[in-house]
């Protein structure tokens, strides 16, 4: 028997974006599945059902892979169906799975099973905020989080403005939301005045704010992205 298609299917970044999201292929593919792998399985029902989801819910088997589950180890159940010819989607809380997302190491196990991967059309925030930054969009590198520690932090701040000015490549990084002034705070401090930082916050979201101004310039503004989603970057 052939195996089946993984679908990876992007979320929305925020609630007020959904509608913007949608394209016909995606709602297309969700009603033509009744199997998901979700980090998250209350906001991914949500979305399927704003999606225009017509299976009823109560059909979907849904396959968690939340942290939780990851801590298990054990993610060989999620497979049976794609190993026995059934279609399944993938989704990240937010966002594009895969990108900056631990489902990842789905997407790899499915490539080692021989299962075909298809990736949708959707909303990836560190894209967004790359293209809307007026950054180098020709060599850029994501870095996910960087070190809590203040003085491993302030390294790996300066190694990042080096690399950039040395390579002309945009660095991008992120915070868990409730540290976001620490960082920008830490930014400040440690980077050159003329070295540029964008700070994009809640990307799609009517309160939406993408602003790229120099060290300097951010050094004279009281900005808060306090428990806001926000993405970094920086370029020299």
């Known amino acids: 028997m052939a195996n089946g298609i993984l679908y990876l299917i ?11 999201s949608f394209t016909p292929y995606l709602v297309e593919t969700i009603n033509s599945l009744d199997e998901y792998i979700v980090e998250n399985e209350k906001t991914a029902r949500k979305f399927l059902k704003l999606a225009g989801l017509k299976i009823p819910q109560s059909e979907l088997k849904i396959h968690d892979y939340g942290k939780h589950a990851r801590d298990k180890g054990d993610i060989s159940d999620f497979f049976d169906g794609l190993t026995h010819g059934k279609n399944v989607g993938l989704m990240s809380e937010a966002g594009c799975p895969g990108v900056a997302d631990p489902g990842a190491s789905i997407v790899a196990r499915a490539h080692q099973l021989g299962i075909k991967v298809v990736p949708l059309v959707g909303p990836s925030s560190i894209l967004l905020a790359l293209m809307a930054s007026g950054f180098s969009g020709q060599k850029f590198a ?5 070190p809590i520690d203040k003085i491993e932090r302030a390294r ?7 690399q950039s000015g ?43 704010s993408i602003q790229s101004f120099t060290i300097a310039e951010w050094r004279k503004r009281k900005d808060d992205f306090h428990k806001r989603p926000t993405i970094f970057l920086l370029f020299v």
Do not use: M
Not at 11 to 20: C, G, H
Not at 142 to 146: C, D, I, P, S, T
């Open 10 to 20: 992007p979320v929305p970044l925020s609630d007020d974006a959904a509608f913007q």
């Open 142 to 146: 994501f870095h996910g989080y960087l």
């Open 156 to 162: 790996e701040i300066k190694n990042l403005e080096l």
């Open 166 to 208: 040395r390579e002309k490549q945009t660095q991008i990084f992120i915070e868990t939301p409730f540290r976001n002034n620490q960082l920008l705070a830490d930014l400040l401090k440690t980077c050159k005045p003329s070295t540029l930082l964008c700070v994009a916050s809640n990307v799609t979201a009517p309160d939406e």
